[in-house]
């Protein structure tokens, strides 16, 4: 189920994760936490540590709590230590939880397990190419025309489309796609795929040549020589345990999802980094803004309060030493989806704006 956290998953990967640093608590931190709906483990870890995607490092299971993968609504998070080190397990609350009496017992995994992030904000991501390859698209059936000859078409109208074999047994639900602008590489800006922009969806009403659809959904306007393939029954992987990626990663914030120039928590953003690099899902990576270039006043040897602005400013440009200021830390973001070249992550945390160009690499 898509909002189960695999809990065993993360134990397992423990070892591997841990790293020489000590995880640092959060001053603030509660002793304990009872777990409401709408919470996120990440929320949760948020509370008890500084860095919470770090969770997995210190989390330990209840073995006297049935099906200790999944953590409810009711249930107690705590943070105590052993042997120095700080420890989060979970208790179960309100008499909800099953007691596991022998290892006969077995129970059914209920559907309001909390998930690791917020599964709404990129489940639409989870199920849809996103990504192009150079003339992918081409061999797509594609629209040819709609009932009426209008050039835009919309929810509801009936569509012709050329390229669909089929007979009644065949798959009869599609989605609708246009080939997108080029993500490019921030550094000499290869291109390293094409955005598949969804366009709707459509139910195939009869097939032929052409066959006839008729859209479900749009998005956005309907044009002939948009592209179809079958809806998909599966979705990406959805295990989304942080982790630190196991090599080194350096990469840029390529694009962000609806356009948009300033990007805040909870957004998706692309980067020009993937599977071929070694990203995986779950990998969690900082975000950096390059440090602005100033002149260095006493280099120059007076500063703009000795002289006018305009003679500050001829000296300066003319003597002046430039200085770039160090990067900042901007943010954290988690890789959910992988490409080859390409991967989708969702922004977690920020400290300020995160802006296009922006580096991502390991914390």
């Known amino acids: 189920m898509l909002n189960k ?26 002793d304990k936490y009872v777990v409401e709906k709408g919470d ?54 309100a008499g909800d939880r099953n007691v596991k009496l022998s290892p006969e017992v077995r129970t059914e995994p209920r559907d309001d397990a909390i998930p690791t992030i917020p599964i709404e904000a990129i ?24 009932y009426d000859r209008h050039l835009v078409s919309g929810t509801g109208n009936r569509i012709y489309v050329r390229g669909l074999k089929g007979n009644d047994g065949a798959e009869r639900r599609y989605t609708l796609y246009r080939k997108g602008p080029a993500y490019r590489s921030r550094s000499g800006g290869r291109i390293l795929g094409y955005e598949a922009l969804y366009v709707g969806d459509a139910v195939v009403e009869k097939f032929g040549d052409p066959a006839t659809l008729t859209i479900t959904h749009a998005e956005r306007e309907v044009l002939e020589g948009d592209r179809l393939v079958p809806q998909s029954r599966e979705e990406a992987s959805s295990d989304f345990i942080p982790r630190s990626p196991a090599k080194s990663v350096e990469g840029s914030i390529i694009s962000v999802i609806d356009g948009l120039s300033e990007i805040g928590q909870y957004q998706v953003v692309v980067l020009d980094v993937g599977a071929n690099s070694g990203v995986e899902v779950g990998n969690v990576l900082g975000v950096y803004q390059s440090g602005k270039v100033v002149t260095d006043d006493v280099a120059v040897g007076h500063s703009r309060s000795e002289l006018g602005l305009n003679e500050w400013l001829s000296l300066n440009r003319s ?11 901007a943010g954290v973001i988690m890789v959910f989806r992988t490409f080859p070249e390409i991967s989708y992550a969702l922004v977690m945390e920020i400290t300020n704006a995160l802006k ?8």
């Not at 199920?127 to 081409?138: Q, T």
């Open 319 to 329: 003597h002046g030493d430039k200085l770039a200021l160090p990067e900042e830390y």
């Open 40 to 93: 996120t483990l990440w929320g949760i870890a948020g509370r008890f540590l500084a860095e919470p995607w770090r969770w997995p490092e210190i989390w330990k299971g209840n073995p006297q709590i049935a099906d200790p993968n999944l953590i409810y609504p009711g249930d107690v998070v705590s943070l105590t230590y052993e042997g120095g080190s700080p420890v989060l397990s979970v208790s179960g609350g």
């Open 356 to 363: 296009l160009s922006d580096s991502v690499r390991n914390l």
């Open 123 to 146: 489940r639409e991501f989870l199920s849809r190419p996103l990504v192009l390859n150079e003339g992918e698209i081409d061999a797509w059936p594609y629209i040819v025309s709609s």
């Open 5 to 30: 956290i695999s809990l065993t998953a993360a134990l397992l990967l423990i070892p591997a994760m841990t790293s020489a640093d000590e995880v640092q608590v959060n001053p603030d931190r509660p």
